[in-house]
């Protein structure tokens, strides 16, 4: 018998963590995996935790953005190296986000890590060089993944000409965050920003690091130095993030562009320069984006700063149907076909006084733009859904020998 623990949180993220962690699940209990769907808390778990442990022959346990799951002990030992059991802590963000569960995770022999960008990989191997298995696996898509393909006339009757899912982390209260720290802290994470801002094809922490080497010269800075600073000033990721988003979308609404917003923390800009063309729906669960995307002909996605990955939001508008427009990286260049029966359309973030002429004349074709979206649909549908990625795990798991014969 095969059985994995799944870990469910006190998820703050429109339930995203734990809906997939209940598609995973459906995934793995297909390919003939019992799977434990267990929430956490943590002064409950630590005393229940190892009776099911005791009385299930546990190959490993997954969470998604883990929260201390791994900080976990029993008699003053880790309870997965006690237990032999391989710990996988599934990152959805920037490691920096989650630095303090992965350094200790590090310490223990059984900690494992996977990234959903290539680039975040890179980053654990070099500055949190304690933690000694990483790997890649995308995020998937879902939905509707066994209906018909979809058709012209359907496809151009849907509501949505142009639509957006994703909330923002409001600047007022991250510059509130921000005036409470100290004056260098603060000089180094505007410069920080400052620098993402003028290199948006590079990095968070190639930002950084260039700040640093600029600053104190680039035979002082030591991995030790930019990590101690980087975990000090990592709120210029969420702080760079969220401004990168309003930009885009006021500049669509300034321009007139007709879109239709899915997502909290929109208000401020909302109240700034008011609605134009824009409809703002307010806050949306995760499992209800996929009927959002069913009613949608161009599907706008902002990346959340991954230069070397994807983000689960493409898979799913394409899965459902719709055309997706995406800020480009070098992942989505290798992933996609960008010519001929193209399946995506990209854009550059440089080029945001250009994107709202992009997107009229990507609607005013209308059919290219349905064969981009049928396209799209046909290369998620075959290699990115859930079950395509579940079996992608399932060979990592066997390859560090997770699940037992």
């Given amino acids: 018998m095969k059985n994995i623990i799944l870990f469910k949180s006190n998820d703050v993220c429109h339930n995203s963590l734990n809906y ?116 890649f696996l995308p995020l998937m898509g879902f939905g509707t993944e066994n209906d018909e393909l979809v058709e012209y006339d359907s496809f151009m009757s849907r509501k949505y000409e142009v639509s957006i899912t994703m909330g923002l982390y409001p600047l007022d209260l991250l510059n509130k965050k921000i005036s409470e720290m100290s004056a260098m802290i603060q000089e180094y994470i505007f410069d920080w920003v400052s620098a993402m801002e003028l290199n948006l094809d590079d990095a968070p922490e190639t930002c950084l690091l260039n700040v640093l080497e600029n600053k104190f010269g680039k035979e002082n800075v030591t991995d030790e130095l930019f990590i101690k600073v980087a975990c000090q000033c990592r709120i210029a990721i969420p702080y760079f993030r969220t401004a990168i988003r309003e930009r885009i979308v006021e500049g669509l609404i300034k321009n007139g562009v007709g879109i239709n917003i899915f997502g909290d923390g929109w208000d401020g800009l909302r109240d700034s320069i008011g609605d134009g063309n824009a409809v703002f729906h307010g806050e949306v669960r995760i499992d209800e984006t996929a009927e959002i995307y069913r009613n949608t002909k161009l599907a706008l996605n902002i990346l959340p700063l991954f230069k070397y990955g994807s983000h689960d939001r493409i898979p799913t508008a394409q899965i459902n149907g719709a055309a997706v427009l995406s800020d480009e990286n070098y992942y989505l260049k290798e992933l996609y076909n960008l010519s001929g029966k193209r399946e995506i359309y990209l854009f ?39 079950d395509e990625g579940t079996l992608g795990l399932l060979k990592l798991f066997n390859e560090l020998n997770a699940i037992k014969k």
């Fill in 348 to 386: 550059n973030l440089k080029d945001n006084e250009g994107l709202s002429e992009r997107i009229i004349d990507i609607l005013s074709d209308k059919q290219k733009l349905f064969e981009v979206a049928r396209n799209g649909q046909k290369y998620a549908r075959s290699r990115l859904t859930w």
């Fill in 20 to 135: 997939w962690v209940e598609l995973l699940g459906k995934s793995l209990e297909k390919y003939g995996i019992d799977c434990f769907e267990i929430e956490f808390v943590y002064e409950e778990l630590s005393k229940k935790l190892p009776k099911i442990l005791a009385e299930n022959n546990i190959d490993a346990a997954i969470v998604f953005n883990s929260n201390g799951q791994e900080r976990i002990t029993i008699e003053h030992e880790n309870i997965w190296d006690k237990y032999g059991i391989p710990f996988f802590n599934y990152l959805i963000d920037h490691p920096l986000e989650h630095a303090d569960n992965l350094m200790a995770g590090g310490k223990n022999s059984n900690y494992n890590v996977i990234c959903i960008d290539k680039g975040h990989v890179q980053f654990i191997k070099r500055y949190l060089k304690e933690i000694e298995k990483v790997n």
